[in-house]
C-alpha cells in the first residue's frame, strides 16, 4: 500500500519548484547584507583617528622614520568584537520579525575568531619589532595586509555571503579583497601631501570605508527592489 503525498491534480515538478522558490525567497528576506556593510563601514571610518593619533612616529636626520601603529591595537580588536555583535543581533531582530531563523551565528563567531588571530599577530609583531622595519618583500606585506583589520574583514564576508548564498556579495568581497592585498598599499605608508606617514595610512582607510559604504549603499537598493 502508498501512501500519494501530492494532491490530486497536483503537478510534481510544479511543486518542487514552489518549494525551491519558496526557499529561494526565504534566504533573501533572512539577508542583512546592507547592514553588515554599513556597520563595518561605519568601524573602519571610526579607527582611523586612533589609528592617526595612536601612531608614534620618529624621523631620523637621514630622512628615514621609525613607527609603530599602537592605535590599531587600542580600537580594533573590541571595535571588531562589537561590530560582529551588532551585525548578529541586526540578522536576529530581522528574522524574528519575519518569523524566520537566522544562519548570522557562524559568520559571528568567524569574525570573532579572526580578530584574536589578527590581535595575537599583532601584538607578537610589536613584541618582535620594536619599530616597523623599513622594506618587507611582497608576500610578507600581502599576509600582513590579510591579517590586518581590513583584510580579516574581507575573509569574514566570505563566510556571509556563503551562509546566505549570496553571489553577488561574494563578487564585492573578492573585490574587496584584491583592493586591500593587492592594490591599496595599507603598510607602504604613502607621503600624501607632504603630510607623511600618517596620511599615507589613514588614505588606504578612507578608501576601505567608503567601499565599505558604497556596497552597503547598493545591497540596500537591491533589497528595496526585489520587494
Known amino acids: 500500500m ?5 494532491p490530486a491534480g497536483g503537478d510534481p515538478r510544479r511543486l518542487l519548484s514552489d518549494v525551491r522558490a519558496l526557499a529561494h525567497r526565504v534566504r533573501i528576506d533572512r539577508r542583512m547584507t546592507w547592514a553588515a556593510l554599513l556597520v563595518l563601514a561605519v568601524a573602519t571610518f571610526a579607527g582611523i583617528p586612533f589609528d ?15 613607527f ?26 530581522a528574522a524574528r520579525a519575519r518569523g524566520l531563523g537566522a544562519r548570522v551565528l557562524p559568520y559571528a563567531l568567524t569574525g570573532a575568531a579572526l580578530t584574536v588571530v589578527f590581535t595575537a599577530a599583532w601584538v607578537a609583531a610589536a613584541l618582535y619589532f620594536p619599530s616597523h622595519p623599513i622594506r618587507f618583500n611582497q608576500a ?6 590579510l591579517i590586518a583589520p581590513w583584510g580579516t ?3 569574514a564576508l566570505l563566510v556571509l555571503a556563503w551562509l546566505e548564498r549570496n553571489v553577488g556579495l561574494l563578487v564585492f568581497t573578492l573585490g574587496y579583497l584584491v583592493l586591500v592585498l593587492l ?23 578612507v578608501v576601505s570605508g567608503v567601499v565599505l559604504l558604497l556596497g552597503a549603499v547598493g545591497f540596500a537598493v537591491a533589497r528595496r527592489r526585489k520587494r
Open 140 to 145: 610578507v606585506l600581502v599576509l600582513d595586509r
Open 153 to 155: 574583514i574581507g575573509v
Open 183 to 205: 592594490v591599496l598599499p595599507m603598510n607602504e605608508g604613502w607621503s600624501v601631501f607632504g603630510w607623511g606617514i600618517r596620511a599615507g595610512f589613514a588614505l588606504p582607510q
Open 2 to 6: 502508498t501512501t500519494d503525498s501530492v
Open 52 to 66: 592617526w593619533f595612536g601612531m608614534k612616529v620618529h624621523c631620523l636626520p637621514d630622512g628615514g622614520c621609525e
Open 68 to 93: 609603530a601603529r599602537r592605535g590599531v591595537l587600542y580600537y580594533w580588536p573590541a571595535a571588531l568584537l562589537l561590530a560582529y555583535a551588532v551585525i548578529a543581533v541586526c540578522y536576529v531582530r
